[in-house]
């Protein structure tokens, strides 16, 4: 075989290696990148049957023959009244669950299930949080909020159910309802602000390590981790601490006016019990009782719209979860 021909092969057989190369890198890189997007949707469940279901369930277990028998019947009726579109319309409660984190990571489907409810719901309506929130970040905590403000502004009833906590950024998020239901133990309140930073300087001196600081602007950085703080940068941070705790009160007194900001303000939380007494909470109960009483009245739906959390989302919202906080 010619040496010319040998050549050409080989060229031919590098240049089809590259290109195979080049084409698995970019065929790796799109499977990785399709299974990294999130696969968002809204899902919608009519959770008035679940208790219906189970009225069924234990009707058919308990009842004699004959009562059960009419109550079929007028389950039957009922049905194909509302089937029919003959009696008065229903209304609807749509539900929504939120377990907040430091950084309200749950934010993100919240703002969409508010959107989708808000296309259709009236007036007539009513949207249920059932919120768990210890709280977390100023601006997290503060457009989590917003996004429920949304729904008390367009006129639709907003209640928020809290079973076991909504302190600091969790009740900046309760307030802005119309009613605040909570279980008689669950933990409320908490309108307060805290910073804690540690600080190694005096580690790194002893060591002789140096941390040298580079700033434009004289606040630009005020209490650090790693540099020595002065008096100076303490009130700086004390200052603004107070000024956050300020806009915290005032967004709870133009919500809750019936609350007395100097007894409530002090970074205290209380149970439900004392909370009620306080106006903190309007009502005492669990978000299932609530719901069931409100099955007579209204259709039930539970509105969620799922995000997917990043791998790093997902370990730094665990990571927070084990060493815990309280802002």
Not at 36 to 57: F, N, Q
Not at 139 to 163: I, K, Y
Not at 220 to 242: C, P, S, W, Y
Request: glycine share 8%; net charge neutral.
């Amino acid at each position: 075989m010619p040496d010319s021909l040998v050549s050409y092969l080989l060229f031919l057989a590098k240049s089809l290696t590259v290109v195979l190369l080049i084409a698995g890198l970019f065929l790796l890189v799109g499977l990785l990148s399709r299974r990294g997007r999130p696969h968002s949707r809204l899902k919608v469940k009519d959770i008035g049957e679940r208790y219906d279901d189970l009225a069924r369930t234990l009707r058919a277990t308990v009842l004699p023959k004959p009562a059960l028998k009419s109550a079929i019947k007028a389950e039957k009726a009922q049905k194909k009244e509302l089937k029919a579109g003959t009696g008065p319309a229903r209304p609807r409660v749509f539900v929504l669950d939120f377990h907040g984190d430091l950084r309200a990571s749950r934010v993100a489907g919240l703002r969409e299930e508010v959107t989708a409810i808000l296309t259709l719901a009236t007036p007539d309506d009513e949207v249920v949080v059932r919120l768990e929130n210890p709280g977390g970040t100023v601006n997290d905590q503060g457009l989590a909020a917003s996004q429920l403000l949304r729904v008390r502004q367009r006129g639709v009833p907003l209640t928020v159910c809290v079973d076991t906590v909504a302190a600091s950024g969790g009740y900046m998020m309760a307030c802005v309802a119309n009613r605040i239901v909570a279980a008689p133990f669950a933990v409320v309140g908490s309108i307060g602000v805290v910073a804690q930073v540690p600080n190694f300087y005096r580690l790194l001196d002893r060591v002789g390590v140096d941390v040298e600081q580079f700033t434009g602007g004289e606040f630009k950085r005020t209490v650090t981790m790693f540099g020595e703080n002065t008096e100076a940068d303490r009130a700086k941070l004390t200052e603004q601490i107070h000024e956050t705790h300020d806009l915290f009160k005032n967004f709870v007194g133009e919500h809750r006016p019936q609350v007395d900001l100097g007894t409530v303000a002090t970074g205290e939380y209380w149970y439900g019990t004392r909370a009620l007494e306080l106006n903190l909470v309007d009502e005492l109960a669990t978000s299932d009782d609530y719901l069931l009483a409100a099955r007579d009245r209204a259709d039930l739906f539970e509105v969620e719209f799922s995000v997917p959390l990043s791998r790093v989302r997902r370990l730094t919202a665990a990571a927070q979860s084990m060493i815990g906080h309280r802002p």
